[in-house]
């Protein structure tokens, strides 16, 4: 009891010290005791401009404004908004008591200030940013003390104090409890401009987000929620979220469970939602207590299209990346780019290293496609065990190992753009059977799964055999066949595409030399002379990867070429004499890799399946090294 008794005296001795030294400043801001009016009010003009100004608190405190009223109504008492720099935003009270206040100029505009009318509630509040209650003589001018005026400053949600509210009334009506009602309406307007600021910020998110409570009633609705569903805000707060999430119970039931609920692929089938949506659930938890829970979404495509947008779900290359000028190139080019805006499924035939994913990709940037997704997937690279859920993608639970809420294959992420087949030749003839199937029919069942999803996608495939061979000797389909090569295309071999070689191996040159930050090299004579008779079976890309060797070693090679009317083979140095100072001056494990690995293939006529059997490692493990390298077939 004495405890608080001393707190009661400390606090009336600290208000005592805030009232004499607000006088002392009055003093000296030189206004009178007689004073009856405030020394600055804005214009017109002014006020309207500052009422803009302040638009946000006006809107808000205007509300508990009228609230604070009802209760008041009749009191004798009218309240008064003032933003930060104690100027008056807005007057509310009975006519009677509103219409003193507009007798000593109280009015919009008018500044309470202490250098403009002396000591007051409404000054003390905003100079002190602290709740106080100022009656009679406590104010400086003698107009102002047959008040009791109480007041208390607004904070924004940083804490910066941008307005104030006052209480004021007849003196006789001094009561405690009238600065009580002050603060609680100030804390309420607090409340709910932090409210707003939470929701601006829920809004600005580019998913969709509600709040539930634990009976399933919608709270709250951001913007793109609604957006996303098609619906208005009124059309679902404070109604039941079956509508928007039918497998509520469930997901609140995992959730309430402590179970992890994250990236889940729903679907929605009725009047309102009629689309495959993923979505997260978090519980809302209120003094350890758990309320409801909030919902993160946003439809499927909308996934799968960021995904894209991180991942190799986009052509780079365009016809202008096809150096040469020779007529065989340009005939291929000028034919692609007519063919591009048509959806035709392309077959594209060619050596290796001739460029066939390079005009795939063309095609695509060429093509009314070239907004969404180009997906490229090597058939020949992935087991056959996995080809199926790697195209149509799978369930959740299909299989072991299968990732929760199941996965979109490449037909999926490639919806409305182009799926790149390569090596379609090492499909396996069942896989060929559902590639088919979904050439024809347009849509794609996941395994484990039997929703049919539709997709638009254009197919271009390409291959370095000869399919009508392959097809003869049973290895490839012909239906199959027939299907993909409605517009066919072959690349000639750099050997058919005369005048060409010269200008690939000047752009390589500077190319290689940027890449490796070396200097532009002078090729050595007999290397050139060499190079030119060359007959290149790897073609571009082996004559790629040649330069680079070039450039490494300042024009020089460690490489020969064979007499290429004999053999359109090429080999490193057979000497081992040579090879030995040579790797040991040049190379590092890295490029002794990556030589062996060109080499193999080489060898092998670039058949993956061989030249990883000579490596002695898997044809995944190889793929994952000509990535890692660089090195294309």
Known sequence: MGRIFKLKLENKKNKIDIIENSHKRSIDYGIEKSRIFPKKVLNPEETINNSKKNEKLLNIASRFMRTLYDFLKGSGFFIVLLDSECCILKVLGDD?????????????????????????????????????????????????????????????????????????????????????????????????????YMNSIVDSISLGVYVM??????????????????????????????????????????????????NIEVILNNEIAKARYNISATPMEIDNELRGMVIVFTKIQKVIKFANKYSDGKAVYNFENFIG????????????????????????????????????????????????????????????????????????????????????????????????????????LNMQVNLLRVLQEGYITRVGGNRIIPVDVRIIAATYKNLKKEV???????????????????????????????????????VKAKKLNKPLPIVNANVYEKMLNYNWPGNVRELENCIENIVLLNGESTMVFEDSKKNNTINEITSNKILSVESKKFYTLEESEKNEIIRSLNQNQHNLTKTAKTLGITRATLYSKMKKYDIHR
């Open 472 to 510: 003869e000797e049973g290895r490839f389909r012909a239906d199959l066949f027939y299907r993909l090569s409605v517009v066919p295309i072959k690349i000639p071999p750099l050997r058919e595409r005369e005048g060409d070689l010269p200008v690939l191996i000047e752009h390589f040159l500077k």
């Open 96 to 196: 009677d008591v509103v219409k003193e206040a507009l007798d000593l100029n109280m009015v919009v505009g008018a500044y309470m200030s202490e250098n403009s009318i002396g000591t007051n509630a409404m000054s003390i509040a905003l100079k002190e940013h602290t709740p106080i209650q100022i009656s009679e003589n406590e104010h400086f001018t003698t107009a102002y003390q047959r008040w009791t005026c109480s007041a208390a400053p607004i904070h924004d949600i940083d804490g910066t104090v941008i307005g104030a509210l006052n209480l004021t009334g007849d003196k006789q009506k001094v009561h405690q409890h009238t600065l009580g009602l002050v603060v609680a309406a100030v804390k309420s307007i607090e409340n709910q401009i932090k409210s707003e």
């Open 325 to 428: 000028h020779s007529k065989e190139i340009k005939k291929v080019i000028d034919y692609a780019k007519l063919i591009s805006y048509s959806s035709s499924t392309v077959l594209i035939q060619g050596e290796s290293g001739t460029g066939k994913e390079l005009l795939a990709q063309s095609i695509h940037n060429y093509s009314a496609r070239n907004n969404n997704t180009f997906i490229a997937i090597n058939c020949g690279a992935i087991p056959e065990s996995l080809i199926e859920s790697e195209l149509f993608g799978y369930e959740d639970g299909s299989f072991t190992g299968a990732r929760k809420g199941g996965c979109a294959g490449k037909f999926e992420l490639a919806n409305r753009g182009t799926l790149f087949l390569d090596e379609i030749c090492e499909m396996s």
């Open 213 to 262: 409570n634990k009976d399933g009633i919608v709270k709250t609705i951001n913007k793109e929620a609604c957006s996303i569903l098609g619906i208005k805000e009124e059309d679902i707060v404070d109604k039941k979220v079956d509508i928007i999430l039918p497998d509520w119970v469930n997901i609140f039931e995992k959730v309430k469970k402590g179970n992890i609920y994250n």
